[in-house]
């Protein structure tokens, strides 16, 4: 996995927010999924997920899901999250588990997957601390396809509303080249590679941002600023 995206996966999803509630048997699995212990939470989950009567079974299938990441069985893993996706489309535990499935094809560079996964919802009904995540995937894929028009309003959106984003530096570098392939003298394109910069000079989006900086003023003959 490039290094740039290991910081930037959505480990708040995995942790204690939408704790399973009920009796007994719950709140063990969730407390053991809560502290990495995700064989044993595994086990828990699925005796759970066996109950016909149990009221929050996308939790379950999602800390399932989760569960089996956490043991590095990928395989399993994207099954168990395409089963939420199909069985609970519409609930907040099947937008995330389509943000793992994208995910997880983007870090294989599979770009028509995760178009396929995230484009299929609306934006607005992607959850708030997802939804920067979810246009990154999704305009970065679309980029990667060569479908630059429909990736850069994806870009803005997500600039325009998340702008203080783990993603939005990579966000204004990837929108700058758009606009660079589009119009070389753009002045936008200075303006998005400061933004960069000055948010972070010395980690990896800074220091690729400044480069990018001085080679643009360069070719622009700026070489004073260069």
């Known amino acids: 996995m490039h290094p740039r995206w290991a910081v930037l996966l959505l480990v708040a999803w995995s942790g204690t927010a939408g704790a399973v509630s009920g009796p007994d048997p719950q709140r063990l699995a969730d407390g ?8 044993l939470a595994l086990r828990e989950y699925q005796t759970l997920a066996d109950q016909p ?33 199909a ?17 997880t094809a983007f870090q294989a560079g599979r770009w028509e997957d995760v178009v396929r996964v995230l484009s299929g919802r609306p934006e607005s009904e992607v959850e708030a601390d997802g939804r920067a995540a979810w246009r990154y995937f999704l305009a970065h894929a679309e980029r990667q396809r060569g479908r630059g028009a429909q990736a850069e309003p994806i870009y803005r959106r997500l600039l325009k509303n998340d702008g203080d984003s783990p993603y939005a530096p990579f966000a204004r570098l990837e929108l ?13 394109i200075r303006t998005l590679l400061q933004e960069v910069v000055q948010a972070g000079a010395t980690n990896a989006s800074g220091r690729q941002a ?6 643009h003023l360069f070719e622009q003959k700026d070489y004073a600023a260069s």
Request: no cysteine; net charge positive.
């Open 32 to 39: 053991l999924f809560a502290r990495g212990m995700y064989e």
């Open 210 to 215: 400044a480069l990018h900086l001085a080679g």
């Open 176 to 188: 700058a080249e758009l606009v660079k392939a589009r119009q070389p003298d753009a002045p936008e």
């Open 53 to 85: 009567a149990l009221t929050n079974r996308e939790v379950v299938l999602y800390r399932m899901a989760e569960s089996l990441r956490g043991l590095g069985r990928a395989e399993q893993a994207e099954a168990a999250y395409a089963r939420v996706v």
């Open 87 to 103: 069985e609970f489309p519409a609930s907040r535990y099947g937008q995330r588990a389509a943000l793992r499935q994208a995910e």
